[in-house]
């Protein structure tokens, strides 16, 4: 298996999260995972079912989709590696324009993250 991917960094503006990040504003804790085909079926999944959501490249661990915004159509990137050593989802969250989002990459991820949780853990 390929060593993880790695994530890059949020820039200094307040439209990214990642778990990767160091500073609150845009932490965000990755998801815990025991299997990994099922925890990538089950991310799909809820990409899949997302509103304006398109996977655009993907592989054994690795996922980039976008997400366009309802009116004006800006598009925001979410990469999610999962990292079969420490068995978490890592993840990155950002708008490819403009200076803010209004926190909708931190509540897209926490609505991913929500749904990843209940479906991997059962809870």
């Known amino acids: 298996m ?3 991917r790695t994530l890059r960094p949020c820039p200094k ?3 990214c999260v990642s778990t990767e990040a ?3 504003g ?3 804790e ?3 995972y025991r299997d990994l085909a099922e925890a990538r079926r089950q991310l799909l999944g809820i990409l899949g079912g997302m509103p304006r959501s398109k996977v655009v490249e993907q592989d054994e661990t690795y996922v ?3 997400f366009r915004s309802a009116f004006f159509r800006f598009v925001d990137d979410v ?3 999962f990292d079969e ?3 978490l989802l890592r993840f990155r969250s950002a708008a490819r324009l403009g200076y803010r989002d209004f926190g909708v990459n931190r509540k897209r991820m926490e609505e991913i993250g929500k749904a990843f949780k209940e479906k991997v853990s059962g809870r």
Do not use: G, T
């Open 26 to 28: 845009h932490r965000m």
């Open 13 to 15: 503006r307040p439209n």
């Open 64 to 66: 980039h989709a976008e």
């Open 85 to 87: 050593k420490a068995k």
């Open 22 to 24: 160091l500073d609150a």
């Open 30 to 32: 990755p998801l815990p």
């Open 79 to 81: 990469e999610l590696v």
């Open 2 to 4: 390929p060593p993880p």
